[in-house]
């Protein structure tokens, strides 16, 4: 009796990571999650526009490019929701006088394609091609990855030699995260999109900026001062009583400011 309660455990079992496995992508990419929605209305000088990646998809995107401004920001963001779900930050960054590019991931915002850490890391390779076809140079531009996006934009950093490099919410990799929520898988071993920050930050050249809330209950606090604490450049730190979407208080803004200019 007890060899077949312990044979249909191990089966059952076996049928979870099977599970987990073929649909682990539904428990990392949400692009219908529609959270952290405010009332704030873009800037009448943002622009639409839809970039194209290497491999021939059309990403909707947000722009602001004023001549007069000397640095662009390169916005990624996470793995819920829009663009219209960053709106304050896009405002935010105009408002410091910076140029901005954001661009929506492959499988999100009605765009084509299905999210991969390949895939987005060519996402985001389009926008900054597309700098450069308007003639900004990748020492004219700052990579601002959000939770999800502090991954990608890790990868870009260690591809191009940009400006500098701002990350809100970064995780050492998201297998440790997977751990917290999923004690009872093999993580390590049935992650496909292992965004490992943690084995990659020290090869950056470009400064850092780590802004990261004690109060995260996404990506814990500990995280963000681990991929801190192993940068080897110049680096900043905006550590704050904030959650895992920051609050844009005047306090956040300056760290930005600070960094920029």
Not at 233 to 260: A, R
Request: hydrophobic letters at 40%; glycine letters at 6%; proline letters at 3%.
């Amino acid at each position: 009796m007890k060899i077949y309660l312990l044979l249909g455990t191990l089966s059952l079992y076996i049928l979870v990571l099977v599970f987990f496995y073929f649909f682990q992508k539904t428990f990392l990419y949400f692009p219908q999650l529609n959270n952290y929605l405010t009332n704030e209305q873009i800037n009448d000088k943002n622009e639409l526009l839809f970039i194209t990646t290497s491999d021939n998809l059309r990403l909707k995107s947000y722009s602001y490019i004023d001549k007069n401004n000397p640095y662009v920001i390169l916005f990624l963001h996470g793995n819920a929701g829009s663009l219209d779900n960053r709106i304050y930050k896009l405002n935010a960054f105009k408002e410091l006088g910076v140029n901005y590019i954001a661009v929506t991931w492959r499988g999100f915002s009605g765009n084509e394609g299905e999210p991969s850490e390949a895939g987005l890391t060519k996402d985001a390779l389009g926008g900054l091609d597309y700098l450069n076809k308007l003639g900004i140079s990748d020492d004219k531009i700052f990579i601002y990855g959000e939770s999800l996006g502090t991954g990608v934009a890790i990868n870009i950093a260690l591809l191009r030699n940009i400006r500098g490099l701002i990350l809100e919410s970064p995780y050492t990799s998201i297998a440790d995260v997977g751990k917290i929520k999923f004690p009872f898988l093999p993580v390590d071993l049935i992650l496909k999109d292992k965004f490992d920050n943690i084995s990659k930050i020290n090869n950056i050249n470009c400064p850092v900026l780590v802004m990261h809330g004690f109060a995260d209950t996404i990506v814990p606090f500990y995280m963000g001062q681990k991929i801190f604490d192993k940068i080897k450049t110049e680096k900043l730190s905006y550590f704050t009583e904030d959650n895992h979407m920051m609050d844009f208080t005047p306090n956040l803004i300056n760290s930005i400011k600070k960094f920029i200019k």
